[in-house]
């Protein structure tokens, strides 16, 4: 079992963005995969629908925290100690880019 932990962000409509969506369908194309979404900010409807095992939510990142990231990298790290993932994966974007480079040296 490969267990796969993706951090997403929702596009300017509500819906989880479409680089999440992809890394979903790589994800479920491993052997036993055991998915687990990190949605930042509030969770759309679709997620129900999702094909993976949890989503998890994380508050929509403060204005004031735009560029640092502290608290929701605070709050992916918590996730991380709670699902022991095998593999950390983050939307390309600002906070993707950012948020991988502040958890990578510690997982």
Request: glycine fraction near 8%; charge should be negative.
């Amino acid at each position: 079992m490969t267990s796969v932990l993706l951090v997403g962000e929702c596009d300017d409509s509500g819906s989880l963005g479409q680089p999440a969506l992809q890394a979903i369908t790589a994800a479920n194309r491993l052997t036993d995969p055991e998915i687990t979404v990190v949605i930042v900010g509030d969770l759309p409807p679709s997620v129900s629908s999702l094909p993976v095992g949890l989503v998890l939510g994380i508050p929509k990142v403060d204005e004031s925290d735009i560029g640092i990231y502290e608290q929701a990298t605070t709050d992916i790290f918590q996730i991380i100690n709670r699902v022991h993932p095998d593999v950390v994966l983050f939307n390309k974007s600002d906070f993707g880019f950012l948020g991988l480079h502040r958890v990578w040296p510690f997982v």
